[in-house]
């Protein structure tokens, strides 16, 4: 079997110890301003990965809205897939690919649901259309037709025609709060820069690692 490689080249620049920050929350929202300001389509979209109730590991995109209170939150249907498998196994990881940057981040940890009011202010903020949809949708659900699916969303409209749109009860955040971040910054010749922050009781430890 012949294999067809890609020829990628990292040139951007390389990682420090002495340029990272203490906090690496404060590390990540540097490199996430800075892939905002860089025009990226999706700075804010991350790969979670997550266990389901088989043992099985699952990935789906989902998109950070704050890093807050010591972790990253993100909001989705607590009876989909993704839903279902952190309530029953709270360990998750989420990666931000800023490829058009040569760097990643990895963030690995335990989730908790955000308290309600939190989803209640969340809620309140997001486009009508956006609001009716998490009433529409039984997320990961069969379905038989996309047609079916827009009839459900018009029901949700005329139910909620002449008032606001309450938060469902099944829609809400949650917060993945870090054990360890890894910072990735591609190299030439391959020799990428790894700079690995763990929780150790309250203090974060900073390590290089081998690409």
Not at 96 to 117: C, H, K, M, Y
Not at 165 to 178: A, D, I, Q, T
Not at 195 to 210: A, F, K, P, V
């Amino acid at each position: 079997m012949q294999y067809e490689e890609y020829r990628r080249n990292y040139v951007r620049g390389g990682l420090s110890r002495e340029e990272m920050a203490a906090d690496p929350l404060e590390q990540f929202d540097r490199w996430q301003q800075q892939a905002i300001e860089a025009g990226l389509a999706d700075p804010t979209a991350a790969s979670l990965a997550t266990v389901d109730l088989s043992s099985n590991l699952w990935q789906r995109i989902v998109l950070l809205k704050a890093v807050a209170n010591g972790g990253f939150v993100f909001f989705t249907n607590y009876h989909s897939n993704k839903g279902r498998a952190l309530m029953s196994d709270s360990r998750a990881s989420m990666l931000f690919p800023w490829n058009e940057l040569d760097r990643q981040v990895t963030v690995s940890g335990r989730v908790e649901a955000i308290p309600s009011e939190e989803s209640d202010r969340y809620f309140s903020s997001r486009p009508r259309e956006s609001q009716l949809g998490a009433w529409a949708s039984q997320q990961s659900e069969p379905i038989a037709s996309r047609r079916a699916l827009l009839k459900k969303f018009e029901e949700a409209k005329e139910g909620f025609a002449d008032r606001d749109v309450e938060r469902p009860p099944h829609w809400g955040g949650f917060r993945l709060m870090p054990r360890q971040i890894e910072f990735w910054q591609g190299g030439e010749h391959r020799l990428h820069d790894r700079l690995r922050y763990t929780l150790n009781d309250d203090d974060w430890i900073l390590e290089r690692l081998q690409p």
